[in-house]
């Protein structure tokens, strides 16, 4: 893919700015810089930065932040969506239109693949700096490198997780140039090699500006990698991942929020200083409720029989919704449910009455997370801007147990679980017939573990990831999904999504070069 450098640098100049005191953008005019002008001064990279920032968190903005949380046992389109959106439907359906013509899959890589480019570039413009710098300018460089490498790492594996093989960015003289994907061993050696570079220069200490991504940031996602990468890449190591997580666990600092219901309650934690914060989130998406600093989110996750009131917290339009699996997989007494489903549609004391023609799952249960308590009554509730969570120490600690039960210490592993994020989920104290038994087998634990990530961390965005890497994707989605229980097609050649043609065009490289299975 092509880029004008000099574009690109304006687009990212003209979106960077955020003000720590409101917490939403503050839009700088924009300004056509040549690419050498902004790495001429280090506050000028750090706007690049920012503005990779901005870009990367425009993947998980409005329809689009959803296309690759649907189509698992977790989440599933709304009867109207599917009916009226044949691409989109694709994502669940996994039919004739799952291909390379499909504009929804498109939409989900070309928001994506820029942020690859240009990262790829400043990474280039840094390094032909670090040449002639002082040794003060070194250190401030250093710096922008360990964070812009960490977000093309971040931008990569979700590209591989979702593609597979990639046609790697390769800048010469500050320029993109095309070619072929790659196989999956070199993508995964550029990933781990960004990270290694974030741990070198990341800072352990999280800084004022939650935006910027600690040395924790960078070794989740590298456990994340070791975990996930195919077996085939060679870079699967439950062992490694062990490793960096214990040491986040040991020396991170961070801690389990009381009540999981705070991680959502936007007036609790709602920005990018520390004193807003979760103590439980190791990078994190940061909104607010002030376009162009909404997430939109709840138009897509809400009920369209609340709509007719547009400032109504529960509305929206049925686009993601939880299956009955993920509903029901919550023990009595499980305070996440409450927290993460929404059953009760009552408003002001009236029950809402469904759209005619638009679906019978309107007052079915809807994700809850996205909801904004802030502009109820007072604001549609399309400028939802409640914070996205990315990693979070709850996360961790699951995949920590994870690590410990592939490597022999399955009774460990299990105790981890009991005594932290289950614990948390009951209020503090298991019920004893919801207490893990430390004797269980590795392969029940497996089996445990994927039920409780769903848990846990229902429509965060890692549900289709966890089931493509321990195998179960096509088994679990083909009876827990409803489109797929209606009429079953999905099969191993969508655990990938097709190249996009668009992008097939613009690189003669990728030319007959398709995912296999897929059109």
Same mark, same amino acid.
């Given at each position: 893919?092509?880029?004008?450098?000099?574009?690109?640098?304006?687009?990212?100049?003209?979106?960077?700015?955020?003000?720590?005191?409101?917490?939403?953008?503050?839009?700088?005019?924009?300004?056509?810089?040549?690419?050498?002008?902004?790495?001429?001064?280090?506050?000028?990279?750090?706007?690049?930065?920012?503005?990779?920032?901005?870009?990367?968190?425009?993947?998980?903005?409005?329809?689009?932040?959803?296309?690759?949380?649907?189509?698992?046992?977790?989440?599933?389109?709304?009867?109207?969506?599917?009916?009226?959106?044949?691409?989109?439907?694709?994502?669940?359906?996994?039919?004739?239109?799952?291909?390379?013509?499909?504009?929804?899959?498109?939409?989900?890589?070309?928001?994506?693949?820029?942020?690859?480019?240009?990262?790829?570039?400043?990474?280039?413009?840094?390094?032909?700096?670090?040449?002639?710098?002082?040794?003060?300018?070194?250190?401030?460089?250093?710096?922008?490198?360990?964070?812009?490498?960490?977000?093309?790492?971040?931008?990569?594996?979700?590209?591989?997780?979702?593609?597979?093989?990639?046609?790697?960015?390769?800048?010469?003289?500050?320029?993109?140039?095309?070619?072929?994907?790659?196989?999956?061993?070199?993508?995964?050696?550029?990933? *781990?090699?960004?990270?290694?570079?974030?741990? *070198?220069?990341?800072?352990?200490?999280?800084?004022?500006?939650?935006?910027?991504?600690?040395?924790?940031?960078?070794?989740?996602?590298?456990?994340?990698?070791?975990?996930?990468?195919?077996?085939?890449?060679?870079?699967?190591?439950?062992?490694?991942?062990?490793?960096?997580?214990?040491?986040? %666990?040991?020396?991170?600092?961070?801690?389990?929020?009381?009540?999981?219901?705070?991680?959502?309650?936007?007036?609790?934690?709602?920005?990018?200083?520390?004193?807003?914060?979760?103590?439980?989130?190791?990078?994190?998406?940061?909104?607010?409720?002030?376009?162009?600093?909404?997430?939109?989110?709840?138009?897509?996750?809400?009920?369209?029989?609340?709509?007719?009131?547009?400032?109504?917290?529960?509305?929206?339009?049925?686009?993601?919704?939880?299956?009955?699996?993920?509903?029901?997989?919550?023990?009595?007494?499980?305070?996440?449910?409450?927290?993460?489903?929404?059953?009760?549609?009552?408003?002001?004391?009236?029950?809402?009455?469904?759209?005619?023609?638009?679906?019978?799952?309107?007052?079915?249960?809807?994700?809850? %997370?996205?909801?904004?308590?802030?502009?109820?009554?007072?604001?549609?509730?399309?400028?939802?801007?409640?914070?996205?969570?990315?990693?979070?120490?709850?996360?961790?600690?699951?995949?920590?147990?994870?690590?410990?039960?592939?490597?022999?210490?399955?009774?460990?592993?299990?105790?981890?679980?009991?005594? *932290?994020?289950?614990?948390?989920?009951?209020?503090?104290?298991?019920?004893?017939?919801?207490?893990?038994?430390?004797?269980?087998?590795?392969?029940?634990?497996?089996?445990?573990?994927?039920?409780?990530?769903?848990?846990?961390?229902?429509?965060?965005?890692?549900?289709?990831?966890?089931?493509?890497?321990?195998?179960?994707?096509?088994?679990?989605?083909?009876?827990?999904?409803?489109?797929?229980?209606?009429?079953? *097609?999905?099969?191993?050649?969508?655990?990938?999504?097709?190249?996009?043609?668009?992008?097939?065009?613009?690189?003669?490289?990728?030319?007959?070069?398709?995912?296999?299975?897929?059109?």
């Amino acid at each position: 893919m092509k880029t004008n450098r000099y574009i690109v640098i304006a687009l990212l100049l003209s979106i960077f700015v955020s003000s720590c005191e409101d917490g939403f953008l503050k839009q700088d005019p924009q300004t056509s810089l040549s690419s050498e002008q902004v790495f001429e001064k280090p506050e000028n990279v750090q706007a690049f930065v920012y503005g990779l920032y901005y870009q990367w968190r425009a993947t998980r903005v409005n329809r689009k932040g959803f296309y690759t949380i649907l189509g698992t046992d977790e989440a599933q389109q709304g009867e109207y969506q599917v009916r009226t959106n044949a691409m989109q439907a694709a994502f669940d359906k996994y039919d004739g239109y799952y291909d390379s013509e499909n504009t929804s899959i498109a939409e989900a890589w070309n928001i994506r693949w820029p942020v690859a480019v240009q990262a790829s570039e400043g990474l280039w413009h840094i390094d032909r700096l670090l040449k002639s710098a002082s040794a003060d300018e070194a250190e401030q460089y250093k710096v922008f490198l360990g964070q812009i490498s960490f977000y093309r790492a971040c931008i990569l594996f979700e590209l591989t997780q979702y593609w597979g093989k990639l046609p790697l960015p390769n800048i010469v003289d500050g320029q993109n140039q095309l070619g072929p994907r790659k196989e999956l061993q070199e993508v995964y050696k550029m990933i *781990t090699d960004d990270l290694k570079v974030s741990l *070198t220069y990341l800072s352990e200490k999280r800084a004022a500006d939650g935006r910027i991504p600690t040395i924790w940031a960078a070794k989740m996602l590298l456990a994340k990698v070791y975990m996930s990468a195919p077996v085939e890449s060679g870079y699967r190591d439950f062992g490694e991942a062990q490793i960096l997580l214990e040491d986040l %666990k040991s020396r991170g600092g961070f801690v389990l929020e009381n009540n999981y219901a705070d991680l959502f309650d936007a007036n609790k934690v709602m920005g990018n200083l520390p004193s807003q914060a979760s103590t439980e989130e190791i990078f994190t998406f940061y909104f607010n409720n002030v376009w162009p600093d909404s997430n939109e989110a709840q138009w897509y996750a809400g009920t369209r029989a609340c709509s007719g009131d547009p400032n109504c917290m529960y509305g929206g339009y049925d686009f993601v919704l939880p299956t009955d699996y993920c509903v029901n997989i919550y023990e009595p007494g499980d305070l996440r449910k409450d927290a993460s489903i929404r059953s009760d549609f009552i408003y002001k004391g009236k029950q809402p009455v469904p759209s005619a023609g638009f679906g019978e799952d309107q007052l079915k249960p809807h994700f809850k %997370k996205f909801e904004d308590v802030r502009i109820d009554g007072t604001k549609s509730f399309y400028y939802t801007g409640g914070n996205m969570y990315y990693f979070r120490y709850a996360d961790a600690l699951l995949m920590l147990a994870e690590c410990m039960n592939e490597t022999g210490n399955t009774s460990g592993a299990v105790t981890l679980v009991n005594t *932290t994020v289950r614990s948390r989920a009951f209020g503090g104290t298991v019920p004893a017939q919801y207490v893990w038994d430390t004797g269980m087998s590795a392969e029940e634990f497996r089996t445990k573990i994927l039920d409780e990530r769903m848990r846990e961390l229902a429509c965060e965005g890692w549900r289709r990831m966890d089931l493509v890497r321990t195998g179960h994707f096509e088994e679990y989605v083909k009876v827990r999904n409803r489109w797929q229980a209606l009429a079953p *097609t999905i099969g191993t050649q969508h655990r990938l999504f097709p190249v996009p043609m668009v992008e097939i065009k613009q690189n003669p490289h990728l030319q007959g070069d398709q995912n296999p299975g897929l059109n």
